[in-house]
């Protein structure tokens, strides 16, 4: 039963409402039901359930709690503490207690009153976790990466289809207005042709060790074999919970090459007009990676440290983190997370917004009213699956390659590399069963 669009639940309050009216003249409906007054009726409500909230979910969630027409209704998390806070923020925010928990996100999945779920656990659920909600009749709004491999992006992709959901990747930059210009640019015409495009990431790492084995906590406090999900199985410590698992193969992407990648690879697909598409070939060295589109345009991933900023070769340091740069013909124009544009000619200058005009990267406002809204009309989303999937797969065919240290050739229709058996075994993962 579909609890917004499917009408079931709006014809019952009203066919409740009409009723009412006729067995009884003097029964009156408060205004708030029939969304009066400026309230957002009940039969108009979006409900949304959280699977895993830490701090980044936090973060959108905080956002989507200011949307009237919204009303998240349950929290799941695999860990105690986390459920508490989240439970804490919204019904804070709501003045009551009616935030349910639950340890298995699955118990969410099976409410037929809620519509939407937002997805924040950490990278190695984010594809089968959107899978599984998508086949229980959930829209999705998924942190990213929203795979750790090339096959969770394609079965995450085709699921969405096959399903009729709707689905927002958490690429908010797409919805930010500096990053938007920047892309328009070049769209336009206004840098001529375009030549080159960089976009930033981490050094990539790999890392295969383990921390030292730990006593297991009760499933209450830390859902272990939850928490691990498809991963594979390894000893319990209480760092890895913290958040230490990143930059481990086993539960990140694309040896961190997507934590910025899955956004500033992304922003250059999108400005190349791609988004139907992927680089040709992927060739690493110790600083970048350089990819090749049909088109001839050169996509350079550059390698930037951690903390950005503190050895920064060539970027505009104030423009701030996942920074992105197009060079055309005939201009150029960079833009970061701190909202501000720098381009090469005064005549473009002429182009940009006002400065008051900026928005940080990290506001997920507008990116997420844009998924609630496609959610309504039942269409598409600024970051929907098929971007997602081809921005995704670039970023994983570059990390295999550094991975590998040799260039590689990619088949962006059969999505396969081109003679190389060791990378396209790389496309995939082992995923244990994480069902009990």
């Known amino acids: ?21 006729a067995t009884s003249l003097t029964t009156v409906l408060p205004g708030r039901v029939l969304g009066k007054d400026g309230a957002t009726a009940p039969s108009e409500t979006l409900t949304l359930g959280v ?25 799941a998390d695999v ?28 118990e969410v999945l099976d409410r037929k009153d809620i519509d939407a779920v937002l997805i924040a656990t950490g990278d190695r659920w984010h594809a089968a976790a959107s899978i599984e909600a998508a086949k229980a009749g959930k829209d ?15 079965r995450l992709a085709d699921t969405m289809h096959e399903t009729g959901r709707v ?20 769209h336009t015409g206004k840098l001529g042709q375009l030549k080159t495009m960089h976009a930033s990431v981490y050094i990539p790492t790999l890392d295969n060790t383990w921390l030292p084995s730990e006593p297991q906590p009760t499933r209450e406090v830390v859902d272990w074999n939850m928490w691990l999900g498809p991963a594979a199985w390894r000893p319990f410590n209480q760092k890895y919970v913290d958040g230490r698992w990143r930059g481990q193969w086993d539960f990140d992407s694309g040896a961190r090459l997507l934590d910025w990648g899955a956004h500033t690879v992304d922003l250059c697909q999108w400005a190349n007009q791609s988004d139907d598409t992927l680089p040709l070939e992927y060739i690493p060295s110790e600083k970048n990676i350089v990819c090749k589109y049909a088109n001839g345009v050169e996509l350079i991933i550059d390698f930037l440290p951690e903390p950005f900023g503190k050895r920064e070769p060539h970027y505009i340091t104030r423009l701030g983190t996942c920074p992105v740069r197009f060079i055309g013909s005939e201009g150029s124009v960079e833009t970061g997370d701190e909202g501000e544009i720098v ?16 928005v940080r990267g990290l506001d997920v406002s507008a990116h997420a009213r844009n998924f609630f809204d496609a959610i309504r009309t039942r269409g598409t989303t600024a970051a929907n699956p098929d971007v997602m999937r ?36 790389l496309r995939s993962r082992p995923a244990r069963d994480w069902r009990v």
């Open 167 to 186: 689905f927002q990747a958490g690429t908010q930059r797409r919805s930010v207005p500096n990053f938007q210009k920047a892309v328009e640019l070049v």
């Open 51 to 75: 699977i895993g909230i830490g701090p980044r979910c936090t973060y959108d969630l905080t956002a989507m709690l200011k949307f009237n027409d919204i009303r998240c209704v349950a929290i």
């Open 140 to 154: 999705v709004y998924s942190e990213k990466p929203c795979g750790i491999t090339i096959a969770d992006c394609q």
């Open 1 to 21: 039963m579909t609890t917004l669009l499917g009408t079931s639940r709006r014809n019952f309050l009203w066919g409740t409402a009409a009723a009412a009216a």
């Open 343 to 358: 381009v090469s000619s005064k005549a473009l200058e002429k182009e940009l917004p006002d400065a008051s005009k900026r």
């Open 390 to 425: 081809r921005s995704h797969l670039a970023c994983h065919a570059a990390a295999i390659a550094w991975i590998l240290n040799r260039p590689l050739k990619f088949d962006p229709v059969k999505e396969e590399f081109i003679g190389d058996t060791d990378a396209n075994l």
């Open 79 to 106: 860990q105690a503490s986390r459920r508490k806070a989240g439970k804490e923020l919204v019904d804070k925010h709501y003045g009551n207690s009616d935030c349910q928990l639950y340890r298995d996100f699955r």
